[in-house]
């Protein structure tokens, strides 16, 4: 009864999201729409896999991340951010899809082989801080919904979160490789 | 994680999982070189711009009623060169610094270039900027006689935008999201150059091409 009710509560996690003030919130600044809300649903996303009984085939993790990843990125492109901003329904895709992905890489992302997870893991928070540079020293508006100061904001706030993301596997890794051969 | 989540993987299953692989990142990344226009436009502005069609092209007709209430067409202004940008008047956004920019730009060129330059500054709020209101802000930046402020004439608004390759989109409050490119037309009536102001450049963005055409 109560793994049920957790469920439920997980799974209404994007109607929350859809709510109009909290979506008013979110929208509000381009930070909070593209950093904060992106994290928040994956996090979210990745704890409903949890309660979840599936039992995920290592066969499909190849597949599954490559899906939550062209999501990610495709949420990333600041056309879509602009198509949130106009129509409502590409704004609930666009909850839905991420917290979407954020299940799927917790399902699929530990069955995948121990490089492939840290050369992707390296490779997705170098192009965070890509991003964010991109973002903070472009001098000409990418999202119409937005300023100029909240670009470069969101730009610094991306770069941060790849950081401290590269160091997280950083030193994952190193605690990994420090680890005897065979308990590997 | 725990290794009991694995599963014992055999040929077939991982030839089945490597087909559906290809196929995702086949659909996916068509769908993503789709939306991008080939990976060259991230941005709302540069897909409307890159779906007009490459430079130089021949600039679409359009008719628009000018500040004094005048339906004149693109065409009657060949012969001289057109800087046509998009605005409107209670924009309290880019459109201010643009039209600031532009006047500036224009104020300091010699008069034999100004006689071969109009500036077109196109309204895309036609309810608000009537042919008075477009007046006084006429009067405002200087009153040029090279400078046209109009509004489309007609309902062709949305075709003048597309085949430019300008974005708009009013929003609910009353804004207008609008792409500041400006587009340099050139007396054959082709559109040679596109102008994107860049932040804290003051007029630099355009001042150095744009005399060059002159």
Same mark, same amino acid.
């Given at each position: 009864?109560?793994?049920?009710?957790?469920?439920?509560?997980?799974?209404?996690?994007?109607?929350?999201?859809?709510?109009?003030?909290?979506?008013?919130?979110?929208?509000?600044?381009?930070?909070?729409?593209?950093?904060?809300?992106?994290?928040?649903?994956?996090?979210?996303?990745?704890?409903?896999?949890?309660?979840?009984?599936?039992?995920?085939?290592?066969?499909?993790?190849?597949?599954?991340?490559?899906?939550?990843?062209?999501?990610?990125?495709?949420?990333?492109?600041?056309?879509?951010?602009?198509?949130?901003?106009?129509?409502?329904?590409?704004?609930?895709?666009?909850?839905?899809?991420?917290?979407?992905?954020?299940?799927?890489?917790?399902?699929?992302?530990?069955?995948?082989?121990?490089?492939?997870?840290?050369?992707?893991?390296?490779?997705?928070?170098?192009?965070?801080?890509?991003?964010?540079?991109?973002?903070?020293?472009?001098?000409?508006?990418?999202?119409?919904?937005?300023?100029?100061?909240?670009?470069?904001?969101?730009?610094?706030?991306?770069?941060?979160?790849?950081?401290?993301?590269?160091?997280?596997?950083?030193?994952?890794?190193?605690?990994?490789?420090?680890?005897?051969?065979?308990?590997? | 994680?725990?290794?009991?989540?694995?599963?014992?993987?055999?040929?077939?299953?991982?030839?089945?999982?490597?087909?559906?692989?290809?196929?995702?990142?086949?659909?996916?990344?068509?769908?993503?070189?789709?939306?991008?226009?080939?990976?060259?436009?991230?941005?709302?502005?540069?897909?409307?711009?890159?779906?007009?069609?490459?430079?130089?092209?021949?600039?679409?007709?359009?008719?628009?009623?000018?500040?004094?209430?005048?339906?004149?067409?693109?065409?009657?202004?060949?012969? #001289?060169?057109?800087?046509?940008? &998009? !605005?409107?008047? @209670?924009?309290?956004? /880019?459109?201010?610094?643009?039209?600031?920019? +532009?006047?500036?730009?224009?104020?300091?060129?010699?008069?034999?270039?100004?006689?071969?330059?109009?500036?077109?500054?196109?309204?895309?709020?036609?309810?608000?900027?009537?042919?008075?209101?477009?007046?006084?802000?006429?009067?405002?930046?200087?009153?040029?006689?090279?400078?046209?402020?109009?509004?489309?004439?007609?309902?062709?608004?949305?075709?003048?935008? #597309?085949?430019?390759?300008?974005? &708009? !989109?009013?929003? @609910?409050?009353?804004? /207008?999201?609008?792409?500041?490119?400006?587009? +340099?037309?050139?007396?054959?009536?082709?559109?040679?150059?596109?102008?994107?102001?860049?932040?804290?450049?003051?007029?630099?963005?355009?001042?150095?091409?744009?005399?060059?055409?002159?």
């Amino acid at each position: 009864m109560k793994n049920i009710f957790r469920r439920l509560i997980v799974c209404l996690l994007p109607v929350f999201f859809l709510l109009p003030p909290v979506d008013a919130a979110f929208s509000a600044t381009m930070p909070a729409k593209t950093v904060a809300q992106p994290l928040l649903l994956l996090l979210f996303g990745w704890m409903l896999s949890s309660t979840l009984p599936l039992h995920p085939r290592a066969s499909s993790a190849p597949s599954a991340v490559i899906m939550a990843t062209l999501l990610i990125l495709f949420w990333m492109i600041p056309r879509s951010i602009d198509l949130t901003q106009i129509y409502p329904s590409a704004n609930a895709l666009y909850v839905l899809s991420l917290f979407a992905a954020g299940s799927l890489l917790s399902l699929y992302f530990p069955l995948l082989p121990g490089v492939a997870r840290t050369v992707y893991a390296l490779h997705s928070s170098s192009m965070i801080v890509a991003l964010g540079l991109l973002y903070a020293f472009q001098s000409t508006l990418l999202c119409s919904a937005y300023t100029l100061e909240d670009q470069h904001g969101s730009g610094w706030m991306l770069v941060s979160v790849g950081v401290f993301a590269y160091l997280l596997v950083l030193a994952s890794m190193t605690r990994w490789l420090a680890q005897p051969a065979e308990s590997r | 994680m725990p290794s009991d989540r694995r599963t014992a993987v055999g040929p077939a299953r991982r030839g089945l999982g490597a087909l559906i692989c290809l196929l995702i990142l086949g659909g996916g990344g068509g769908l993503l070189y789709q939306w991008t226009f080939g990976f060259s436009a991230f941005t709302s502005y540069s897909y409307a711009l890159g779906k007009a069609g490459p430079l130089p092209r021949a600039a679409p007709e359009i008719s628009f009623v000018d500040q004094f209430g005048d339906e004149r067409r693109l065409a009657s202004l060949r012969g #001289r060169h057109v800087v046509l940008h &998009v !605005f409107y008047g @209670t924009c309290l956004n /880019i459109c201010p610094i643009i039209v600031e920019e +532009l006047r500036q730009l224009y104020s300091d060129l010699p008069a034999e270039q100004r006689s071969k330059l109009v500036i077109l500054s196109l309204s895309v709020d036609p309810v608000r900027d009537t042919a008075e209101r477009l007046l006084d802000l006429w009067r405002e930046v200087g009153a040029f006689e090279g400078w046209i402020m109009a509004q489309p004439a007609d309902d062709s608004m949305d075709r003048v935008m #597309r085949e430019f390759g300008i974005w &708009v !989109f009013a929003k @609910t409050d009353g804004t /207008i999201n609008h792409s500041a490119d400006a587009f +340099l037309i050139d007396p054959d009536g082709r559109i040679v150059r596109v102008f994107s102001p860049q932040a804290n450049t003051n007029t630099e963005w355009i001042r150095g091409d744009l005399e060059k055409y002159l």
